[in-house]
RNA sequence: GGGCCCUUCGUCUAUCGGUUAGGACGUCAGAUUUUCAAUCUGGAAAGACGGGUUCGAUUCCCGUAGGGCCCA
């Protein structure tokens, strides 16, 4: 019997939810999800300066809005302080930690002399068997590992493969700080050990800590979890993800007009992929997923392909369910405005019929919705500069002579309207293009919209008139 | 500086030693067309470099170069 999986996804509240940390995640919870596990959350807060309430929401938001639960109540790092000193003090009595009285003079004279001679810059354990009774006065030490000096640490990773550490080339790592503050090191291995966790899925960055972390493991006799180190995502220049270029909050992708499920497909397939296929179901995704498809070089984000991913989901997406998205997305850009004046149920209904023409447009939210503004405008409409220039006195009075003919219209359907409009425009000796793009300028202000009988279609008779009207009077 | 990781079209990737090196985004051309999209068809586009191992390397090994990460 196997004991259940359990990943966890351990963000440092300082700020939003990144992409990189939004993959992290994805990840831990595909393969969570993949075994019946669970995907467990700690909020890393030890950097109480840096912390705040803000980024904790943020981060929170942003799993949601990915659909990312995780189980049980998240951990707060900060809270186990004790209980790591507590480990720490263990390592100590047991003979497998020392107090270190290294000053920074000290510390800063190494790395300069191992620098000097082409070595390794790390701690010389000077202090490893040094008497305690030599300790200088009013130095506050800090505590280390007394790690292995000869052999190997050895990682079998699962994406990385095996990987091989000389022990020689790992010092002895600061367990607990002058003031007793747990390091990070620390803090990590017995938080993951105290929460049961069996798989660390994590960015390469850690891998070489990873090394550092198993000494912790050994020295404390607990069994080491099964490690995962993930590439990491790279900014188009293949340099780290910076603000110039994609870190930006996943929230920022949101306001953007990018769907959740374009997100994830997108996340998951950089650096991960399963044959030729490149759009999952998240179902599919937690079926198909496997450490072994993981590659090991970093992926570059490409705004681009995402906005393509989305592009597919939005015409993909139900048109119910797209209208609810739509009116949704409003206040992110500060669009609720809108619709006002508007009965909630007519926008909906004008939304629903608008949608098919709509959806195939756009490939974000804001998109959408800026391809919508049409249905919505006060008469007279305002017209964009290319529009004004279509409306010349030919094209207005061909539209006023075309208002006869649509007077006339019995029923206000497409098909209708279709055979209407061209029977006019043959009468006329023109090509369809040269009475539609007049009548598009006059009834959406602009040169590009859906098909112009499925714009008259929803804006129905009354209105389509009206702004006819309003280029002819 | 040391250790570790990486390297297939511009980008994301497939390839379990033998393929005309495949797909996707982007790009170009064409079809369609009431605009713009969407869609369809077609094209250009890749194994960093140098050595080995092998009958045969993109694939395995070594080195070089380049990139990344960690340590400070």
């Known amino acids: 019997m196997t004991s259940p999986v359990i990943t966890r996804f351990p963000p440092s509240p300082t700020g939003y939810l990144h992409i990189g940390g939004a993959r992290t995640a994805l990840f831990n919870w595909l393969y969570a999800r993949s075994k019946g596990g669970k995907m467990l959350l700690r ?9 705040t309430e803000d ?21 707060f790092q900060s809270l186990n302080a004790q209980r790591h000193r507590e480990v720490a003090h263990g390592l100590l009595d047991a003979g497998l930690a020392y107090r270190c009285y290294t000053s920074q003079e000290e510390l800063a004279q190494m790395r300069a002399k191992a620098r000097a001679q082409g070595r390794a810059v790390r701690y010389d354990g000077r202090w490893r068997d040094r008497d305690p009774l030599e300790a200088p006065a009013g130095i506050a030490p800090v505590i280390r590992l007394k790690s292995r000096l000869k052999g190997e640490t050895v990682i079998e990773d699962r994406v990385q493969g095996r990987v091989v550490f000389a022990n020689s080339e790992l010092d002895d790592l600061v367990l607990l700080r002058g003031d007793g503050a747990p390091t990070y090191m620390l803090s990590v291995v017995v938080d993951d050990h105290d929460m049961g966790v069996t798989h660390v899925i994590r960015g390469d960055d850690h891998l070489t800590n990873a090394a550092r972390q198993c000494q912790i493991y050994e020295a404390l006799g607990w069994d080491r979890p099964e490690f995962a180190h993930i590439p990491l995502i790279h ?38 992929s399963h044959g030729d296929r490149e759009f999952f179901t998240v179902e599919q995704m937690v079926a198909a997923f496997d450490f072994k498809a993981v590659g090991r070089s970093p992926a570059r984000f490409d705004i681009t392909k995402l906005t393509h991913i989305n592009g597919h989901y939005i015409r993909e997406m139900d048109d119910a369910e797209l209208v609810e998205r739509f009116i949704a997305f409003l206040p992110h850009m500060n669009a609720s405005a809108m619709t006002t004046g508007r009965g909630k149920d007519s926008v909906r209904r004008q939304l629903l019929q608008a949608m098919p023409g709509l959806k195939l447009r756009a ?42 003919t649509l007077e006339a219209v019995s029923s206000w359907n497409v098909e209708t309207l279709e055979v ?23 009834l959406t202000g602009s040169t590009v919209s859906p098909g112009i009988f499925d714009v008259m279609a929803v804006l129905g008779c009354e209105e389509t008139m009206g702004r006819l009207r309003d280029r002819t009077g």
Do not use: C
């Open 43 to 51: 909020i890393e807060d030890t950097d109480r300066k840096r912390s």
């Open 55 to 75: 980024a904790i929401e943020k981060i929170f938001a942003g799993l949601e809005w990915l659909g990312l639960s995780w189980d049980g109540e998240p951990v």
């Open 235 to 272: 900014g188009p220049d293949g340099a780290k993800l910076s603000k110039r270029h994609g870190a930006l909050g996943v929230e920022a992708y949101r306001d953007m007009g990018y769907l959740p499920e374009a997100m994830r497909n997108y996340l998951a397939r950089l650096g991960w």
């Open 363 to 404: 490939d974000t939210l804001a998109a959408l919705v800026e391809s919508a503004r049409f249905l919505f405008a006060e008469r007279p409409l305002s017209l964009d500069k290319k529009a004004d220039r279509l409306l010349d006195e030919t094209a207005r009075t061909l539209l006023g002579e075309l208002i006869a």
């Open 420 to 442: 209407t409009i061209r029977h006019f425009a043959e009468k006329h000796g023109l090509k369809l293009g040269s009475i539609a793009q007049p009548l598009r300028a006059a």
